[in-house]
């Protein structure tokens, strides 16, 4: 346990210590917490803070946020190791701000990495909170509802910080640069397509990008003047990847996922991970590429395989738990799964043709069969008179008319001989025979 050690600047911190926002106007991303009248925001500037748990991936400011906070309230503020502190400690400065509370004085406590108390260590928190001798202040990196006692995490609001946006990273990376704080003293040559590439690598994680600019920085070229150029050799080598060639419209970044797709399609797993590879050794945010797979596997397998969509949506979770570099092979089983489905643009073609039709006849009447009926009025206009329920005929099958009038005839769906959508097209021919004939 120790009371705000963790919050010291000093000169021989690492640059993300050092540059460590001091307010929410320095503050990067997480506009939805504490952007102009957010929540949040509200809570922290009027020094209303209450107890609240921080969940997001590392590097997001979860301890930055408890940083702001420690600064801005006239509450005494202690913070917590998960790692080091036990209950015998716990209990000792819960009765210290039982003491205060009677005094009038708040208590915050700050505890990082709450998920590694166990629920003993947990439980010797509950009593303070319930009573209001503490005000809990928890971050976590894993979901509260699974890691954080019940009764705990019921008294207290939870914050998700989501990973940081390129965006945010870049005016991040430029601050660091320009403030005294981080390389303001000194004369640094480094691009803005450099600077690009260093917040793509560290994926949503500040604190990644942070450290990789100063490891970039620190290993520059330096000038008999005592500038400092950065080179791309400097930086391919401190982040151990080479950069796609991202111009200003993105065209090779959409030229090799592009790559990646049409070598799916065309059942070459080789391609596909070479592909996927140049993707993420890039610095491509995995669950960019994950998404792209979830499209793939209805848009070019569909039916011919269902069992691909359940792989590609796995791999986009896999990607979400674990993150880079260890979701790599979880997106390159995605892949060549992908590559090695039987192929089928069934459902792409149907949904196309009918999206066509329903923009053409968006105004045409819901047939009155199938219309639903919750009031008396309804009945009285013939809605849903005739209703056929397929589950009280032996063969689960009607003729009602579904389709509008205008449309009665109409076929969207045209399954192929393909893997198992060989198989639906079969049923799919004998429902259409029993409705020929009845």
């Known amino acids: 346990m120790e009371q705000k050690s963790l919050f010291e600047n000093n000169e021989n911190q690492p640059l993300a210590s050092r540059l460590r926002?001091?307010?929410?106007?320095e503050f990067a991303g997480q506009q939805h917490l504490i952007g102009e009248g957010k929540i949040l925001?509200?809570?922290?500037?009027?020094?209303?803070?209450?107890?609240?748990?921080?969940?997001?991936?590392?590097?997001?400011?979860?301890?930055?946020?408890?940083?702001?906070i420690a600064n801005k309230t006239h509450a005494t503020f202690i913070n917590f190791s998960a790692v080091i502190s036990g209950i015998k400690e716990i209990k000792t400065v819960m009765n210290q701000a039982e003491e205060a509370r009677k005094m009038g004085q708040k208590t915050i406590v700050f505890v990082d990495e709450i998920h590694r108390f166990n629920k003993a260590q947990q439980d010797a928190f509950l009593p303070y909170v319930e009573k209001g001798s503490i005000i809990l202040i928890g971050a976590t990196t894993e979901n509260p509802s699974f890691e954080v006692n019940g009764a705990l995490l019921s008294r207290c609001k939870v914050f998700v910080l989501q990973g940081l946006k390129t965006e945010d990273l870049l005016k991040l990376l430029k601050r660091a640069i320009t403030d005294k704080r981080g390389f303001g003293n000194q004369t640094v040559h480094i691009t803005d397509d450099q600077l690009e590439v260093v917040a793509k690598f560290a994926n949503g994680d500040a604190r990644n990008a942070l450290s990789t600019l100063e490891m970039v920085v620190l290993n520059g070229d330096v000038s008999s003047t005592g500038e400092i150029t950065v080179t791309q050799e400097t930086l391919e080598q401190c982040i151990s990847k080479k950069s796609l060639l991202y111009d200003k419209n993105g065209e090779e970044h959409y030229n090799i996922i592009s790559a990646l797709h049409k070598s799916m399609r065309n059942s070459d797993p080789d391609a596909a991970v070479y592909w996927?590879?140049?993707?993420?050794?890039?610095?491509?945010?995995p669950l960019y590429v994950a998404r792209r797979v979830i499209r793939f596997a209805s848009e070019d397998v569909g039916l011919s395989d269902p069992h691909a969509l359940e792989i590609a949506v796995a791999a986009y979770h896999a990607c979400h738990y674990i993150g880079m570099p260890e979701c790599s092979v979880n997106l390159t089983q995605a892949v060549i799964y992908?590559?090695?489905?039987?192929?089928?643009?069934?459902?792409?073609?149907?949904y196309l043709k009918a999206k066509t039709d329903a923009i053409?006849?968006?105004?045409?009447?819901?047939?009155?069969?199938?219309?639903?009926?919750?009031?008396?009025?309804?009945?009285?206009?013939?809605?849903?008179?005739?209703?056929?329920y397929a589950h009280d005929t032996k063969e689960k099958l009607t003729n009602m008319q579904c389709l509008p009038d205008s449309l009665v005839g109409t076929e969207y769906y045209t399954p192929t001989e393909q893997g198992l959508e060989a198989k639906y097209k079969a049923k799919l021919e004998r429902i259409k025979e029993w409705k020929r004939t009845h």
């Open 360 to 388: 053409k006849n968006i105004a045409e009447p819901v047939p009155l069969v199938i219309r639903n009926a919750p009031t008396k009025l309804m009945r009285d206009l013939n809605y849903g008179k005739g209703y056929q």
């Open 276 to 285: 996927l590879a140049r993707m993420l050794e890039a610095g491509e945010d």
């Open 21 to 25: 926002p001091r307010d929410l106007d």
């Open 41 to 68: 925001r509200r809570l922290i500037e009027e020094d209303k803070i209450t107890s609240m748990i921080f969940w997001g991936p590392p590097g997001v400011g979860k301890t930055t946020l408890a940083t702001i």
């Open 338 to 350: 992908m590559s090695l489905a039987p192929k089928s643009n069934a459902l792409e073609i149907a």
